[in-house]
C-alpha cells in the first residue's frame, strides 16, 4: 500500500483549486488535498492537524487576509512547518514577484496553466518532483 502524500492548497479561486485538485490526484493516486481559501486559513489548519505531516504546500500568490508571501514567511519562521516544500502559484511571471516569493522561501514558482492540459502537465510534474 502507498503512504498518502498530504498536499494543502491554497488559493481563493475554487476553479483553480479545483483544476488542481484533478490534475494532482490524477498523477499521484496516493494524494490527499486539504484545501483553504487563504493563508491564515492554511496556517490555522496545519497547525491543527500537525499530527499529519504535509508533504507539499501549494499557494497562490495572492490570497485575501494573508497573502503567499505573507504566509511563506510565518511558514518559515516556524520551526514545525519549516522543512515542508512550498510552491507558489500564480497567474502572474513577473520576475520581480518570482523574485520575491525565491527570497521568502519558496521551493518553486510555478504560472498557472490556462487549459486543461496545462493543469494536468503541472499535476505531474508535481507529483514527479515533491510526491514520489
Do not use: C, H, W
Amino acid at each position: 500500500m502507498k503512504e498518502t502524500k498530504i498536499i494543502y492548497l491554497a488559493d481563493d479561486d475554487q476553479d483553480d483549486r479545483f483544476f488542481l485538485r484533478q490534475a494532482i490526484t490524477a498523477a499521484a493516486e496516493s494524494a490527499e488535498i486539504i484545501e483553504v481559501e487563504n493563508g491564515l486559513e492554511l496556517l490555522s489548519l496545519i497547525k491543527e492537524q500537525n499530527d499529519t505531516p504535509a508533504s507539499l504546500i501549494l499557494m497562490d500568490m495572492n490570497m485575501p487576509k494573508m497573502n503567499g508571501l505573507e504566509t511563506i514567511t510565518a511558514i518559515r519562521s516556524d520551526v514545525t512547518l519549516s522543512s515542508i516544500p512550498v510552491v507558489m502559484i500564480s497567474t502572474s511571471s513577473n520576475t520581480l514577484l518570482i523574485e520575491k516569493a525565491y527570497e521568502a522561501g519558496a521551493n518553486g514558482f510555478i504560472t498557472k496553466p490556462s487549459t486543461f492540459d496545462g493543469f494536468n502537465e503541472l499535476g505531474v510534474r508535481l507529483a514527479v518532483q515533491f510526491l514520489t
